[in-house]
């Protein structure tokens, strides 16, 4: 609310007003106000007052090491990237004002599509205004009344929004479970529509899906697969294509989501696949056709982004290094991980409870480390996280330092 406007006394609300719609909201109320009425840093305001590379920020005055962004591939202060959005904000503005079947398709948006078809070798790419809208848009549209979807139960929320956008019947397996997911598989009406939904990497605790059995026994059972690879773009596989690549199954898989907001490091989402029908999509989908199209600066960077990540080798490999070395370093001081061996850029510490991971996120700030505290219901069986998330640009030196700052702060707060 800006100074000086006066604001009119807003009356109490009375007996009789009816239900406070907010009300469903109390327990989360209580345990916010709980964990700052114990005098901690709020872990979930914090405010980044400079950032000054991938991987250090300015917060709360303190020089940070970033150990909690999305930025895998260290793209966002690439110079390329940086000149391609300046161009392209000089020369189509700032925005498009219109959806891609109006007036939103720009040059730019069919060039981050031809750069996605190239780095994934797929027929067609479409590009959503994020990746939470890719997910809601292609599963609704795909899969609806009376069709199937068997999904992991560990799915980000995305899936499962898009899911009951589109009103087909979900069936959930346990995490990353082979058997159940094909008893459930077998158990689908003869005839009816199926669709496989599974994630190449798990964002909250780091670890990959089996997709080679998977996807062979989606495939055995007549079900189309769709692969949500946003937390394995740009790192893993030989082109960084993601799970799908380095488990041999690209032609397996009918779609593969994808997301700008993490290794291409702006904002945007998309869907790959080799459907023959695909195009269609271009105007049966709802969260693609009735919303506004990206930024010409936004494509721009993301297009250069996806072309330099055709060439990140040496990249791929430093972040390899980096994940072993804290993977190994976390082990060692005696912290409990999500993963026996580092199986992706993120590795999760487990926490015992919020109150004791709250007290670690705090420690860790104040020490000049940002990771993200992670908690129910966004996290596994009720686990309370402090997820960390490499990044290609981590020097070695910063990594020691991230490991000297743990051990500081578990002893600290006497979680080692
Ligand atoms: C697995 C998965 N899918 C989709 C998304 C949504 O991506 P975006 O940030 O582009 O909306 C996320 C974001 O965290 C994610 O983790």
Not at 184 to 206: D, F, H, N, Q, T
Not at 340 to 367: F, Y
Request: aromatic share 6%; with cysteine; net charge negative.
């Amino acid at each position: 609310m800006s100074e000086g406007v006066s604001q009119p006394d807003r009356p109490e609300p009375r007996e009789g007003d009816g239900k406070d719609l907010f009300s469903k909201f109390d327990d989360v109320i209580a345990m916010r106000e709980g964990l700052l009425a114990r005098g901690v840093e709020d872990p979930f305001s914090l405010v980044m007052e400079q950032v000054l590379s991938p991987t250090r920020a300015v917060c709360n005055g303190r020089d940070t090491i970033l150990l909690g962004t999305y930025n895998y591939m260290g793209m966002t202060f690439d110079p390329d990237v940086v000149e391609a959005g300046k161009q392209a904000l000089a020369d189509f503005g700032s925005g498009t004002t219109g959806s891609r079947v109006l007036n939103g398709t720009y040059q730019g948006h069919k060039d981050v599509e031809d750069a996605l078809r190239e780095f994934y070798g797929m027929d067609h790419a479409m590009v959503f205004s994020t990746g939470y809208q890719a997910n809601l848009g292609i599963i609704s549209t795909i899969a609806g009344k009376g069709d199937y979807i068997v999904l992991d139960i560990d799915s980000h929320a995305s899936i499962y929004d898009g899911c009951k956008l589109g009103d087909a019947e979900i069936v959930p397996f346990r995490h990353n479970d082979i058997e159940a997911m094909e008893k459930r598989l077998k158990r689908i009406p003869e005839g009816a529509g199926k669709l496989v939904i599974l994630e190449g990497v798990y964002s909250m605790l780091g670890d990959v899906a089996p997709l080679k059995e998977m996807v062979r026994i989606a495939k055995e059972n007549g079900a189309m697969v769709l692969v949500d690879e946003a937390h394995s773009m740009g790192f893993i596989g030989d082109n960084g294509r993601g799970v799908v690549e380095d488990a041999g199954v690209m032609d397996d898989v009918d779609f593969i989501i994808g997301t700008f907001s993490k290794s291409v490091g702006t904002v945007g989402g998309f869907c790959v696949s080799n459907h023959p029908k695909f195009e269609i999509m271009r105007l049966v989908c709802r969260p693609y056709v009735f919303t506004a199209s990206l930024p010409p600066s936004v494509v721009a960077t993301a297009c250069t982004s996806i072309r330099k990540l055709m060439h990140g080798s040496n990249k791929r490999a430093h972040l390899w290094e980096n994940s072993r070395t804290l993977h190994a370093g976390l082990k060692k001081l005696g912290f409990t991980l999500g993963t026996e061996e580092p199986q992706s850029a993120i590795i999760a510490v487990i926490m015992p409870d919020l109150e004791q991971g709250a007290g670690m996120w705090e420690a860790l700030i104040k020490n000049g480390l940002y990771v993200n505290l992670a908690r129910p219901p966004a996290t596994p069986a009720n686990m309370t996280l402090l997820r960390c998330s490499l990044c290609a640009e981590h020097s070695e030196e910063e990594v020691s330092q991230i490991l000297d700052i743990f051990e500081r702060a578990g002893k600290l707060v006497g979680i080692i």
